[in-house]
């Protein structure tokens, strides 16, 4: 587990406000992915990528921006922050067809 | 797309008792079937997992069944503890679509002394 990090943990934004939140990933996989958890809803995958410059919109993209320019890294923008976007934020690593590993989580709040 | 409906979301059993978590799938192509573990402010984290071409799985305490007919998958954790409890997701993907997990809604599983 220590092989994926993501920071920062908690983040506190007021709405318009641009945040982006990071993970890392030691292992070396090939497909990262981010996805959101709210009460009710589980978790929906935002954004994923197979490989460095390869990225494609999960079930809820809307306002979400990604980039993977190292395999190891895969930030996710949130372009202008909204309320609705306070959430629990965790990025994932797999290997290809492999079991995904999940990060700490990052807890955001849009004010 | 995909759908996964969960139940129940919230289970309360005596230690030493089963639990059963039930989830129905809508897509009849997926055939990769995981379950997730997740405590109170941690991450979640993979317990079993099951392809569509077995039917059960065990691992100690723990086991899934999957009815590739009725598109349903159940998870069976026997003799409870304490520590079982947490919320337990279930997800289903095709096997080859770059995992795009679809995750149901969870359950809270509560083990009482």
């Known amino acids: 587990d220590a092989g994926i990090t993501q920071s920062p943990r908690y983040k506190i934004t007021e709405t318009g406000r641009q945040v982006t939140l990071m993970c890392h990933q030691t292992?070396?996989?090939?497909?990262m992915f981010w996805y959101r958890q709210d009460l009710g809803h589980g978790l929906r995958l935002i954004y994923y990528s197979a490989a460095a410059d390869i990225t494609d919109k999960g079930e809820v993209p809307d306002g979400y921006v990604v980039s993977r320019s190292k395999t190891e890294n895969f930030p996710l923008t949130l372009e202008s922050a909204t309320r609705s976007q306070t959430s629990v934020y965790f990025c994932?690593?797999?290997?290809?067809?492999?079991?995904?590993?999940f990060g700490p989580g990052t807890r955001l709040t849009v004010l | 797309g995909e759908n996964v409906e969960q139940h129940p979301s919230t289970l309360s059993v005596q230690e030493g008792d089963s639990a059963v978590i039930k989830c129905t799938y809508s897509d009849s192509a997926s055939n990769y079937f995981p379950w997730y573990k997740q405590e109170l402010g941690k991450r979640p984290q993979l317990i079993i997992d099951i392809r569509s071409n077995v039917g059960e799985k065990k691992d100690q305490r723990i086991a899934v069944t999957l009815n590739k007919t009725a598109k349903h998958f159940s998870l069976h954790i026997t003799e409870t503890q304490p520590e079982d409890s947490a919320v337990y997701f279930c997800?289903?993907?095709?096997?080859?679509?770059?995992?795009?997990?679809?995750f149901g809604s969870g359950t809270q599983l509560t083990v009482l002394p």
């Open positions: 292992w070396s996989h090939s497909y």
């Open positions: 997800a289903a993907s095709r096997w080859g679509s770059a995992r795009q997990l679809t």
């Open positions: 994932a690593s797999s290997e290809v067809e492999d079991t995904q590993y």
